[in-house]
């Protein structure tokens, strides 16, 4: 019996020790994994921003196309110009309503 016991507590704490093992070795990879998932964000952000930049770039590429004279852009330059009006009659609205 006393035997037995002995057995089951020298089994415990191989498994106790197998735990913490296992323990450092998952904390020692959600470490790497926090990092790798910091710097994958940062990447992500850089490259949205910088496709931000490259869509807006495109826009008025395809703006100066239409002001160019470009066919295919027409209707791009008329709902630009439409837009741009409607912005100036809001001001113009506004101004009129606060007396100026």
């Given amino acids: 019996m006393l035997q ?7 089994e415990l704490e191989k498994k106790i020790l197998l ?3 296992n323990y450092k070795n998952l904390t020692e ?3 790497e994994l926090t990092i790798e998932h910091e710097d994958l964000k940062k990447k992500y952000d850089e490259e949205r921003r910088r496709n931000q930049v490259l869509a807006e770039e ?3 590429i395809k703006l100066y196309s239409a002001i160019s004279g470009n ?3 027409n209707r791009l330059m ?3 110009i439409n837009r741009l009006v409607k912005e100036i009659d809001f001001c113009i609205a506004q ?3 606060s007396g100026l």
Avoid: A, R, V, Y
Wanted: hydrophobic share 20%.
């Fill in 4 to 10: 037995d016991l002995e057995n089951n507590f020298s």
């Fill in 19 to 21: 735990l913490q093992k």
């Fill in 29 to 31: 990879s959600l470490s």
């Fill in 58 to 60: 495109q826009k008025n």
């Fill in 71 to 73: 066919p295919e852009h």
């Fill in 78 to 80: 008329k709902n630009h």
């Fill in 95 to 97: 101004l009129q309503n």
